[in-house]
Structure formats: structure tokens, C-alpha cells
């Protein structure tokens, strides 16, 4: 077999990881079209199917799913290398994926990062913002940002933001027409605002601590979000009761336009860390950002 086009190779890694010639295509910045025809060629030239299509989905057969164990850790081993590399630099560059919440974004990371990217022009990142625990390493994230008690094994984890707690909040207008709630339980006769954990996840059963007791709660109502700051709308607008970030209802609570209840069973949750594999940690693309959000604690 002639030698292969190490760019065939990484474009069959490329539609292996996404599992779609247009997902593909769109992250190579290249035409589907032009991928379709390289991976034609690859097969054709290797003498061997490497991937099943169907109208809907790309997988792998086992020639691909071989070709594809071999390929990646190699491949990935490289741009570890040429990242270490990457700080002889005088400036950091490259590009960061950061996997993590819209309320993670807004409330920690997006504040501090903004004027620090002013400084470095040849560094981008790119957020990916999901309720659910992205999968860092297989999913080709360089991090993702967790709560204290989410931190996986064997990643290095830099607390970033201070705890924080979830409240039960409500419009004055909703309270005025339904029982104040008493005890969380009394939460499954209330109409509430659900969050869902990511598009194929279950619903968010709210948590609640007083006194050493814990309990979860499942609530339902009208509406389901995957976003904190979306619930905020639909409880303004009187849809019922949200559980989410304080800081996101404060200003509201502060004017009236909302009410916090059930304030004594709201517990407090570790902050936020930004966690990323050891193999990152020479990365000075990945350095300023650390050093961007690291928490430092006000005394």
C-alpha cells in the first residue's frame, strides 16, 4: 500500500470522533464533500472499509474501530508534544475547550477571563456549555469546570470560585395564589420550574439539607430548562418555583420582584474548580487561563 497522507489520517480521526462527515467537515473547516471523497480514497487504497454509513449516523467497523485505537493516542501524544513546545513561545497561543455550565460561565469564569484575553491575542478558547459532566479527555476537551464534589480522578483541580448556594425562589404573584411551602416536601403540590442535566439526561431532583437531615425532592410543573438563567425569566413571569444559583436571584429578591422560601434547607455547595489532565499542564495556553481564574480568597 503507498504511503497515506498523514492529513487522511487525522481526517479519519476527525469523522471517528464525531461519528458525522459534517460535524467533520465543520471542525476541519473543509468541505463535506472533499472529507467524504479523502476517507473514499483511504479505504480504496488500504483495500478495507473503515466506516458504516447509514442516512443518519457514521460508525466505525472493526478495521476502523483498530485503525482508530492505533491513531489516536499517537496523534494526541503529538500535540501534547508540540504544546509543551508551545512555551518557549513568548506568547501563549492555541486553542482552549473548556466543557462547563451557563452558570459557570457567567458568574466565574467569562468575569475574569474577559479582560485577560485582551493580552493575548493569539489565544482562543472555546466554550462548550453543558449541564451534564462532559467526558474531558475523550471528548477533546483541554478542561471543564466542576463543583468541589464532581472533580473526577486522576485530573488536576484548581478551585476557581467561592461556594455558593441554591434557593427556592418565586414571584410575589405565584405566592399570592398557592400555600407558602413549609417543608421541601410540600414542593411536589407546587407547580415548579425543572431543570433538565443535558439533552438525553434526567430531571434535576432539587437538594436539601437542614440540620444534618438530607433529602431530595422531585418537583414538576409546566416548564423544563437546561438553563439557570432562562428559569429566571419563567419565574419573574409567575410560572412557579425555581431552584437555582443565588447570585442569579439576588438582585430580584433585593427589589421585591422575587421571594426566596424554604431559606433554611438552601445548603451551601463546594465552588467551582477548573480541572484538566496532567498531560495539559505544561500547556501555556492552559497556564494563562489557570492563572486567570485561580480563587484567591478575600480576607
Same mark, same amino acid.
Given at each position: ?5 498523514f ?5 479519519f ?27 473514499k ?20 467497523? $472493526? ?5 482508530f ?15 509543551? !513546545?508551545?512555551?518557549?513561545r ?9 466543557t ?21 491575542p493569539?489565544?482562543k478558547? $472555546?466554550?462548550?456549555?453543558?449541564s451534564?459532566f462532559?467526558n474531558?479527555?475523550? &471528548? ?5 469546570v ?5 472533580? &473526577? ?15 427556592a ?23 415548579c ?13 432539587? $437538594? ?8 431530595r425532592?422531585r ?13 429566571i ?12 444559583? &443565588?447570585?442569579?436571584?439576588e ?10 422560601? !424554604? ?12 480541572c ?17 481564574l485561580?480563587?484567591? $480568597?478575600?480576607?
Amino acid at each position: 500500500m503507498a504511503k497515506q497522507s498523514f492529513n487522511d489520517l487525522l481526517w479519519f480521526l476527525a469523522v471517528a470522533r464525531e461519528r458525522s462527515f459534517t460535524k467533520a467537515a465543520a471542525k476541519l473547516g473543509i468541505a463535506q464533500s472533499t472529507v467524504s471523497h479523502t476517507i473514499k480514497k483511504l479505504e480504496a487504497a488500504m483495500g478495507i472499509r473503515l466506516l458504516t454509513r447509514t442516512t443518519r449516523n457514521v460508525g466505525l467497523t $472493526e478495521a476502523g474501530e483498530r485503525l482508530f485505537q492505533s491513531l489516536a493516542p499517537r496523534v494526541e501524544e503529538i500535540e501534547r508534544d508540540i504544546d509543551a !513546545l508551545m512555551v518557549l513561545r513568548d506568547k501563549p497561543s492555541g486553542t482552549i475547550k473548556i466543557t462547563l455550565s451557563d452558570h459557570a460561565l457567567y458568574s466565574v469564569v467569562w468575569p475574569k477571563l474577559r479582560t485577560v484575553l485582551k493580552n493575548y491575542p493569539d489565544l482562543k478558547v $472555546e466554550f462548550s456549555l453543558d449541564s451534564t459532566f462532559r467526558n474531558i479527555v475523550e &471528548e477533546g476537551f483541554d478542561a471543564g469546570v466542576r463543583l468541589g464534589g464532581s472533580v &473526577e480522578k486522576d485530573m488536576i483541580a484548581v478551585r476557581i470560585g467561592p461556594d455558593w448556594r441554591l434557593v427556592a425562589i418565586a414571584s410575589p404573584e405565584y405566592l399570592a395564589a398557592h400555600p407558602l411551602p413549609r417543608h421541601p416536601k410540600d414542593l411536589v403540590e407546587h407547580t415548579c420550574i425543572n431543570t433538565r442535566q443535558g439533552a438525553a439526561g434526567g430531571l434535576y431532583a432539587w $437538594e436539601f439539607a437542614k440540620d444534618g437531615s438530607e433529602l431530595r425532592v422531585r418537583v414538576d410543573g409546566q416548564l423544563t430548562f437546561n438553563s439557570s438563567h432562562a428559569m429566571i425569566g419563567a419565574a419573574l413571569n409567575g410560572y412557579g418555583i425555581a431552584y437555582l444559583p &443565588e447570585d442569579l436571584a439576588e438582585q430580584h429578591i433585593a427589589s421585591g420582584a422575587l421571594v426566596e422560601v !424554604l431559606a433554611d434547607w438552601s445548603p451551601k455547595f463546594d465552588g467551582y474548580y477548573l480541572c484538566y489532565p496532567s498531560a495539559r499542564q505544561n500547556s501555556a495556553a492552559l497556564k494563562v487561563i489557570v492563572d486567570a481564574l485561580r480563587y484567591r $480568597e478575600i480576607r
